[in-house]
């Protein structure tokens, strides 16, 4: 009973320890006007509003026209159905539970590694580990307040499941292994992306008790994970793994023809599961920089995503558990752990998956931070059985667990301003002198401009515009997107095309005909106009068919929309690699100068963030001073008309453009500055034959296609 008392102590002031610290974002975006909606803070994560828009299709059957929509309740989407669910019963707005959610469901990381330090007979252990785990720097940054996704669950879901199978070899009790089973049934239904992590810490567990424990249970236990993983509809693989927990609890069976029914199902599993295809593809989806599809070559999209980007060992040991120190820690103290208690080996996926960061990107590192939490202070636990005085017993390992928790504090509220002497350590040890704060999604001068296209609009019609914006149109304008967040690869050089493309009627005609053909097939556009009987055709030769003022545009039943955002600017060069190339060959064409930044005025200078223009001479002074070719003045008076000044230098060289109402200049040569965006975003100048604009705000602004 005591054991018990202290466990729910410990637990109750991590969960609290680690809800505050979660909530510390709304201490930087509750004063700032921009971010409210509604009265409310808004979001921090893009994802966030694909969940939110299929809770809207529950809650008020919107949405019923948007095929990314469909399937609700399918694997990877349950998150809608929860956060509806909430809604609904508790009577609390949807903004408000997707502020609120992720932070009150990741800080119940704190459970499951508060009971494994219980199960190993150390409490003070499990609670260390579990206030390290809760504000991880990685676990932190995808869990916090507003950051409304499923990676509340990548993560706690996994470590529940390794706490009952650890439980299950120390009790040989098989109801902990259908707990294990239900919770990783569960785990696919709240986050479709996490089935390789769970079947590999399944097989692992097999493995384990196949090779250490060898008795009548280890072949139940094969059994009823192997034949409960096999594909089939989630509630038919929970009510298999309930009906096969009673027959094997209940039945007698001759241990001989238990082993070969548990190997015949793990043959099964293996053959029907293609989990091993599964990881392939992933990797392989953030370590290509094309997609090949029939020999058409396109940019793969997770080599432009920063979260997918390569980066410096340090920033990986830093996002597992705060620093780099402590990430030596870890791996000794993990090697120590498997050492003494060798089944913590079925841990080590998440190990795996966290080191994947060096491939794929910072997004893996998260996988990794409550195995490191539990391994690090293991290793001062570890430390501490040396020491002869009962004291160090308990001094060690806290002592050892602030050391290791003071960096990912300062990741969060920041600290340390001013000393100097720190910033030698910051690749071992890094103290973050400012707190980590982001901006919302969108901010309320965008929202409003989504919130009157959608009384000017049909919930049929169809929105262009860069993929990153596709959810937040969906959840706040309530029309479709050709791309969004997750339909985001061959049909990003079709609105790369429209975008970059200084041809109207290319603009005009190809965002028609693809929004057509999509309405039609509800499938990826480019593979249906690019490939014709089974094998590319020439897509450059079609798009100057499709460019052609003559070309026949499809009618359509519904209205199709261009909407530019001023945000888009700061990732136009990104947007433009997507078409500045040969899909055929896979030829990357010559690059194109583009530079957007803060500018001030000093003397004859003109800084343009780190490039200074020399306004005498109209040069930008590089390594070799390169040509002003035109300077342009944009700004809007005080009534909001735009005006636009133009001053012509030379015949060649790099346009200055100059966003005085922003604050901002943009540096770009003919090719961007002739584009579609900058055309019809900042002079607002567009074929009358083929567009008309709905709404021209300073921070979004849309036009309609005719038809």
Request: charged share 15%.
């Amino acid at each position: 009973m005591k054991e018990n008392k202290l466990t729910l102590i410990y637990i109750a002031f991590a969960y609290v320890f680690v809800f505050l610290f979660h909530l510390y974002w709304l201490s930087f975006a509750s004063k700032i006007p921009e971010f409210y909606w509604h009265g409310q803070v808004m979001i921090n994560n893009v994802d966030g509003y694909y969940y939110g828009s299929g809770a809207q299709k529950i809650l008020y059957g919107i949405h019923e026209y948007n095929p990314r929509l469909e399937h609700l309740y399918s694997p990877g989407n349950g998150l809608m159905a929860i956060t509806a669910f909430l809604a609904k019963f508790l009577h609390i707005s949807l903004d408000t539970l997707m502020l609120y959610l992720p932070a009150i469901v990741s800080s119940l990381i704190v459970v499951p590694i508060i009971l494994i330090g219980r199960l190993y007979r150390n409490l003070l252990w499990g609670f260390l580990a579990a206030l390290i785990a809760g504000i991880g720097w990685s676990y932190y940054n995808r869990t916090l307040v507003g950051y409304y996704d499923t990676d509340m669950f990548s993560v706690l879901m996994p470590v529940f499941i390794i706490y009952f199978l650890l439980r299950s070899i120390k009790t040989r009790n098989l109801l902990d292994v259908l707990v294990s089973v239900l919770l990783g049934i569960f785990y696919h239904w709240v986050y479709g992306s996490g089935m390789s992590i769970l079947y590999s810490i399944l097989i692992l567990y097999i493995g384990y008790l196949f090779v250490f424990v060898k008795d009548e249970f280890s072949k139940k236990v094969a059994i009823l994970i192997s034949l409960s993983f096999l594909p089939m509809p989630l509630i038919f693989q929970a009510m298999v793994a309930v009906v096969l927990y009673f027959g094997l609890i209940k039945a007698k069976i001759n241990e001989k023809y238990l082993f070969y029914a548990a190997i015949a199902s793990i043959i099964l599993f293996l053959g029907f599961s293609n989990f091993v295809l599964a990881i392939l593809k992933s990797v392989f989806s953030y370590t290509e920089a094309t997609r090949t599809d029939e020999g058409l070559k396109f940019l793969n999209v997770a080599k432009t995503v920063s979260e997918a980007s390569h980066i410096p060992w340090y920033i990986v040991f830093d996002r597992i558990i705060g620093s780099s120190i402590g990430l030596i820690i870890s791996v000794i103290g993990y090697i120590l752990l498997v050492k003494k208690y060798n089944e913590f080996i079925i841990a080590l996926p998440l190990w795996g998956v966290g080191f994947f960061a060096f491939f794929g990107g910072l997004r893996f590192t998260v996988y990794a931070v409550p195995i490191a939490a539990i391994s690090a202070v293991y290793f001062f636990v570890w430390l501490s059985s040396k020491a002869k005085e009962k004291r160090f017993k308990i001094t060690i390992p806290i002592l050892g667990a602030i050391f290791l928790i003071i960096p990912n504090i300062t990741h969060i509220v920041g600290c340390c301003e001013n000393i100097k002497s720190l910033a030698s350590l910051n690749k071992i040890y890094p103290l973050r002198s400012t707190p980590y704060v982001v901006p919302t999604t969108f901010r309320k001068p965008e929202v409003v401009v989504l919130d009157e296209l959608k009384n000017k609009t049909n919930p049929k019609d169809y929105v262009i515009t860069w993929w990153d914006y596709g959810y937040p149109i969906w959840y706040y304008a309530n029309v479709n997107t050709l791309i969004d967040g997750g339909k985001h690869h061959q049909d990003n050089f079709i609105v790369s095309k429209i975008l970059t493309t200084s041809n109207s009627y290319l603009a005009h005609n190809l965002g028609l005909l693809s929004i057509k053909k999509y309405v039609e097939t509800n499938k990826t556009v480019a593979p249906q106009l690019f490939i014709k009987n089974g094998k590319a055709i020439n897509v450059n030769m079609f798009l100057a068919e499709v460019g052609n003022k003559n070309f026949k545009v499809p009618k359509l039943d519904r209205n199709v929309y261009l909407m530019l955002p001023y945000r888009m600017f700061n990732i136009f060069p990104t947007v433009a690699m997507f078409s500045n190339r040969n899909i055929n060959t896979g030829e990357i064409y010559d690059s194109h100068f583009f530079y957007k930044a803060k500018f001030v005025k000093q003397g004859k200078y003109l800084l343009v963030g780190r490039l200074p223009v020399d306004l005498e001479k109209m040069m930008i002074l590089l390594k070799e001073p390169v040509p002003i070719k035109e300077v342009i003045l944009v700004a809007y008076d005080k009534s909001g008309r735009l005006i636009v000044k133009r001053q012509k230098i030379r015949d060649r060289g790099i346009n200055l453009v100059i966003l005085q109402s922003y604050g901002e200049a943009v540096l770009m040569d003919d090719y961007y500055l002739n584009s579609t965006f900058v055309q019809m975003f900042l002079f607002e100048k567009y074929n009358p034959k083929l567009f008309e604009p709905v709404i021209l705000n300073p921070w979004i602004k849309i036009y309609k296609y005719k038809q």
